[in-house]
């Protein structure tokens, strides 16, 4: 496939790959736009689409011919893998964050959809989070003058999947919990230059308790805050931010609003995910962004470079935990976008 893929105007048809706890906040935003979607996972294909009234495909080889859109929802390490087979084939692209567990994997991601021709979105759903879409407005805006200290806080219980705590799989919570922040940190303040970040993890090898701190030095001279929590079972679903300049502050605490609460009870008691539903669900708000980009072929909220630079940061801040010390961030177009050829074949 050459060229730019040309704008659809039928019903999409969506393949939709992985059947874990995140497809439950996709599939009802696909379904309000009237999409058909087909489902392939190794595991819970069935379950999934009984309780949404969803085809099956039995493998990729069924799954490809039938659908114009992939939509990926499986563990990191296998992100780029499926992505780069859906590209190769001319299918636009949206995945779960992060794009893929490096950087370089996520840039050889971005390569191949433009030169096919085909879009591609990466799910940072907190951008479609009204609160930080109103706190990037108010900047903006000026209303807090020249930004000057951003905090972030993002706590939940801990994921029950063991792969979450595989950090060759993962990246752990910083790749996984808290690149939302890190690419809000960038959304709102600007490019980051330097990262500091230091871990604690206590517990077993599945379910521990992990806490995360990561200070981002940006271009401007901004400094950001950012903390990830994943903690006991019980520890309920909350986010946080506090952005001060040097003439105004904006604040937001989930777990200080009501109406927040009410609109993302937990998945169960404590929860890993916020869920969501209908119209309000900042998921379903994030798929219609990325339907109409790939009807129209207009931008939408968040792109492949976006979902590099994300990567990119959150890589540094595993690097600086490891070595323990400040980690400088790469200029995007400085990552090496070649990919193994193994990754690219793998199932085709």
């Given at each position: 496939m050459n060229g730019v893929a040309p704008p659809m105007t039928t019903p999409l048809r969506v393949g939709l790959i992985g059947a874990g706890a995140i497809s439950h906040a996709h599939v009802p935003g696909w379904l309000?736009?009237?999409?058909r979607?087909?489902?392939?996972?190794?595991?819970g294909s069935h379950e999934l689409a009984a309780r949404y009234g969803l085809e099956v495909a039995e493998s990729l080889d069924e799954l490809w011919?039938?659908?114009?859109?992939i939509d990926i929802v499986t563990p990191t390490s296998t992100h780029a893998e499926f992505a780069l087979a859906a590209i190769?084939?001319?299918k636009h692209v949206v995945c779960e964050k992060p794009l893929a567990r490096t950087a370089a994997d996520s840039a050889a991601v971005v390569e191949a959809a433009e030169r096919t021709g085909v879009r591609l979105f990466p799910a940072h759903v907190v951008r479609y989070f009204p609160e930080f879409l109103a706190a990037r407005g108010a900047i903006?805006?000026?209303r807090i003058g020249r930004p000057a200290v951003f905090r972030f806080r993002r706590q939940s219980a801990a994921p029950q999947a063991a792969w979450f705590f595989d950090d060759a799989v993962s990246g752990g919570i910083v790749m996984d919990q808290m690149i939302h922040d890190l690419d809000q940190a960038e959304w709102l303040g600007g490019p980051v230059r330097r990262v500091f970040a230091r871990l604690q993890r206590r517990g077993g090898a599945v379910a521990p308790v992990v806490a995360a701190q990561v200070v981002l030095d940006h271009e401007s001279g901004l400094i950001s805050h950012v903390h990830g929590t994943w903690g006991s079972p019980a520890l309920p679903f909350s986010y946080s931010f506090d952005l001060a300049g040097d003439t105004g502050v904006l604040r937001f605490d989930s777990a200080r609003d009501d109406t927040v609460r009410a609109v993302f009870p937990p998945v169960e008691p404590g929860g890993y995910l916020p869920e969501t539903s209908g119209a309000e669900s900042p998921y379903s708000v994030e798929i219609a962004d990325?339907?109409?980009a790939i009807r129209s072929g207009g931008p939408a909220r968040v792109d492949g470079a976006d979902g590099v630079r994300a990567v990119r940061i959150a890589e540094a801040a595993l690097?600086?935990?490891?070595?323990?010390l400040p980690v400088?961030?790469?200029?995007?177009?400085e990552v090496d976008a070649s990919t193994d050829d193994t990754l690219i074949g793998a199932r085709a």
């Amino acid at each position: 496939m050459n060229g730019v893929a040309p704008p659809m105007t039928t019903p999409l048809r969506v393949g939709l790959i992985g059947a874990g706890a995140i497809s439950h906040a996709h599939v009802p935003g696909w379904l309000a736009l009237g999409a058909r979607i087909t489902v392939y996972s190794q595991a819970g294909s069935h379950e999934l689409a009984a309780r949404y009234g969803l085809e099956v495909a039995e493998s990729l080889d069924e799954l490809w011919p039938g659908v114009d859109v992939i939509d990926i929802v499986t563990p990191t390490s296998t992100h780029a893998e499926f992505a780069l087979a859906a590209i190769g084939r001319g299918k636009h692209v949206v995945c779960e964050k992060p794009l893929a567990r490096t950087a370089a994997d996520s840039a050889a991601v971005v390569e191949a959809a433009e030169r096919t021709g085909v879009r591609l979105f990466p799910a940072h759903v907190v951008r479609y989070f009204p609160e930080f879409l109103a706190a990037r407005g108010a900047i903006a805006a000026g209303r807090i003058g020249r930004p000057a200290v951003f905090r972030f806080r993002r706590q939940s219980a801990a994921p029950q999947a063991a792969w979450f705590f595989d950090d060759a799989v993962s990246g752990g919570i910083v790749m996984d919990q808290m690149i939302h922040d890190l690419d809000q940190a960038e959304w709102l303040g600007g490019p980051v230059r330097r990262v500091f970040a230091r871990l604690q993890r206590r517990g077993g090898a599945v379910a521990p308790v992990v806490a995360a701190q990561v200070v981002l030095d940006h271009e401007s001279g901004l400094i950001s805050h950012v903390h990830g929590t994943w903690g006991s079972p019980a520890l309920p679903f909350s986010y946080s931010f506090d952005l001060a300049g040097d003439t105004g502050v904006l604040r937001f605490d989930s777990a200080r609003d009501d109406t927040v609460r009410a609109v993302f009870p937990p998945v169960e008691p404590g929860g890993y995910l916020p869920e969501t539903s209908g119209a309000e669900s900042p998921y379903s708000v994030e798929i219609a962004d990325f339907a109409r980009a790939i009807r129209s072929g207009g931008p939408a909220r968040v792109d492949g470079a976006d979902g590099v630079r994300a990567v990119r940061i959150a890589e540094a801040a595993l690097e600086s935990i490891e070595r323990g010390l400040p980690v400088e961030v790469q200029p995007t177009g400085e990552v090496d976008a070649s990919t193994d050829d193994t990754l690219i074949g793998a199932r085709a």
